[in-house]
C-alpha cells in the first residue's frame, strides 16, 4: 500500500472520529446546565450599553439631546 492511501484510510476513520467526537464534547461544554448565565450575558453583549428611548436618567446630564441632534445630522447627510 501506498502512503497515500494509508493516510487516507486513517483520516477516514479515525480522524473522523476525533472530530466528531470534539464536535460533540464544543456542543456538551456550551449547552451544559452550570454555563447558563454565561450564554445569557453573551445573548445581552449587544444591549449593554443602551438606554431605554425616552426616559430621563437619574444622572442625566442632558446630553442626550446633543447626541441625539448629532445622530440626526449624520443621517441626513
Known amino acids: 500500500m501506498d502512503t497515500y492511501s494509508i493516510l487516507r484510510q486513517f483520516?477516514?476513520?479515525?480522524?473522523?472520529?476525533?472530530m466528531f467526537s470534539f464536535f460533540i464534547g464544543v456542543a456538551v461544554y456550551a449547552f451544559w446546565p452550570s454555563?447558563?448565565?454565561?450564554?445569557?450575558?453573551a445573548s445581552m453583549i449587544p444591549f449593554?450599553?443602551?438606554k431605554?428611548?425616552?426616559s430621563a436618567c437619574a444622572d442625566c446630564t442632558g446630553d442626550?439631546?446633543?447626541?441625539s441632534?448629532?445622530?440626526e445630522?449624520?443621517?441626513d447627510a
Open 11 to 18: 483520516a477516514d476513520s479515525w480522524v473522523l472520529l476525533a
Open 73 to 75: 445630522d449624520l443621517t
Open 52 to 54: 431605554p428611548a425616552g
Open 35 to 41: 454555563m447558563s448565565e454565561d450564554r445569557k450575558q
Open 48 to 50: 449593554r450599553n443602551d
Open 69 to 71: 441632534q448629532r445622530l
Open 64 to 67: 442626550c439631546s446633543k447626541l
